[in-house]
């Protein structure tokens, strides 16, 4: 390999041995430095490792003019931007030509969360959705491990058994990149996650798993996949639209709830695996926006200018 691919394969080696970059973000360096490097090859002009800072810059007009989406145009700068770090750090070239640079923003729209009625009457109904009292009790397990956590799905799936016997209070949980947290578990989810092991360990295929959540698959457990699909089947028995749960929205409602509730956003933080507190602070506006909806619903004054309007 040579040329722009050499450097482009050893940056992304080196994201993954240094870094412990996780696949799906080493595949997205891959694709936009790629398709940088063959912008700069189509123009004719200076190489990757020889661009400047107005390439760069006229490659953002490109991607802007192609209408390419706001959000894919500061993910492309931020992957350029870290490829040429890691070239001056290895002696490829002396600038960082996209350092200065200030990209077009990420428009970040509020989180959809459920509300906790919501919240409660999935984990009732989830103990009552599956064919087998096995399916029942796991599914069971599943919600209330998701909600009492905030993990994200794929954490949630590939959890190892060791992590949860012995009735811990805690769970250690391996999340992007190979980072580890703990989490603590509610009183409610170590029940359901005991009785989930009691039933798990009668059964001889699933008691030899490594898995917390084993599956006859390829990947050897519950996919995240199939828990989409299941808690969608959840949300019908509990009579919430289909439409407005997902995985993900229990990890909002997590941390909306816990915001709610007085919890310190670092430890939010914490608890959610965010590296950045600023990812975290969105759930602020959350509440915020939640707050005033109450607000503008309920305050007697709100009633009147309703009143007012409408006899307007």
């Given at each position: 390999?040579?040329?722009?691919?050499?450097?482009?394969?050893?940056?992304?080696?080196?994201?993954?041995?240094?870094?412990?970059?996780a696949?799906?973000?080493?595949?997205?360096?891959?694709?936009?430095?790629?398709?940088?490097?063959?912008?700069l090859?189509?123009?004719?002009?200076?190489?990757l490792?020889?661009?400047?800072?107005?390439?760069?810059?006229?490659?953002?007009?490109?991607?802007e003019a192609?209408g390419?989406?706001?959000?894919?145009?500061?993910?492309?700068?931020?992957?350029?931007?870290?490829?040429?770090?890691?070239?001056?750090?290895?002696?490829?070239?002396?600038?960082?030509p996209?350092?200065?640079?200030?990209?077009?923003?990420?428009?970040?729209?509020?989180?959809?969360?459920?509300?906790?009625?919501?919240?409660?009457?999935?984990l009732?109904?989830?103990?009552?959705?599956?064919?087998?009292?096995?399916?029942?009790?796991?599914?069971?397990?599943l919600?209330?491990?998701?909600?009492?956590t905030?993990?994200?799905?794929?954490?949630?799936?590939?959890?190892?058994?060791?992590?949860a016997?012995?009735?811990?209070?805690?769970?250690l949980?391996?999340?992007?990149?190979?980072r580890?947290?703990?989490?603590?578990?509610?009183p409610?989810?170590?029940?359901?996650?005991?009785?989930?092991?009691?039933?798990?360990?009668?059964?001889?295929?699933?008691a030899?798993?490594p898995?917390?959540?084993?599956?006859?698959g390829?990947?050897?457990?519950?996919t995240?996949?199939?828990?989409?699909?299941?808690i969608?089947?959840?949300?019908?028995?509990?009579?919430?639209?289909?439409?407005?749960?997902?995985?993900?929205?229990?990890r909002?409602?997590?941390?909306?709830h816990?915001?709610?509730?007085?919890?310190?956003?670092?430890?939010?933080q914490?608890?959610?695996?965010h590296a950045?507190?600023?990812?975290?602070?969105?759930?602020?506006h959350?509440?915020?926006?939640?707050?005033?909806?109450l607000?503008?619903?309920?305050?007697?004054l709100?009633?009147?200018?309703?009143?007012?309007?409408?006899?307007g």
């Amino acid at each position: 390999m040579t040329g722009p691919g050499r450097h482009i394969a050893t940056f992304l080696e080196a994201q993954a041995a240094e870094l412990g970059a996780a696949q799906n973000t080493l595949l997205a360096y891959g694709r936009d430095l790629e398709a940088f490097a063959g912008w700069l090859d189509a123009r004719g002009g200076a190489t990757l490792m020889e661009a400047a800072k107005e390439d760069v810059e006229a490659y953002l007009v490109a991607c802007e003019a192609e209408g390419l989406a706001q959000a894919t145009r500061a993910r492309r700068l931020s992957s350029i931007r870290q490829f040429y770090r890691f070239a001056v750090d290895e002696g490829w070239r002396g600038d960082n030509p996209a350092i200065r640079l200030r990209g077009p923003g990420r428009r970040r729209a509020l989180p959809q969360t459920l509300s906790e009625t919501q919240v409660h009457r999935l984990l009732e109904a989830a103990g009552k959705v599956g064919r087998t009292e096995a399916d029942r009790v796991r599914n069971a397990a599943l919600l209330a491990l998701l909600y009492a956590t905030g993990m994200r799905v794929s954490e949630l799936v590939g959890l190892p058994v060791a992590a949860a016997r012995g009735d811990p209070e805690m769970l250690l949980v391996r999340g992007k990149g190979g980072r580890e947290r703990l989490v603590p578990l509610s009183p409610p989810a170590r029940v359901a996650l005991a009785a989930w092991l009691a039933v798990r360990a009668r059964d001889e295929r699933r008691a030899a798993s490594p898995h917390l959540f084993p599956s006859t698959g390829r990947a050897g457990h519950l996919t995240r996949h199939r828990f989409h699909g299941l808690i969608k089947e959840i949300a019908v028995a509990a009579g919430i639209d289909p439409g407005a749960v997902t995985p993900h929205r229990l990890r909002h409602a997590f941390a909306t709830h816990l915001l709610a509730g007085g919890a310190d956003l670092r430890v939010i933080q914490t608890l959610l695996g965010h590296a950045d507190l600023g990812t975290t602070e969105i759930y602020t506006h959350v509440l915020d926006a939640r707050l005033r909806a109450l607000v503008e619903t309920h305050h007697p004054l709100a009633a009147a200018r309703r009143d007012a309007g409408s006899r307007g």
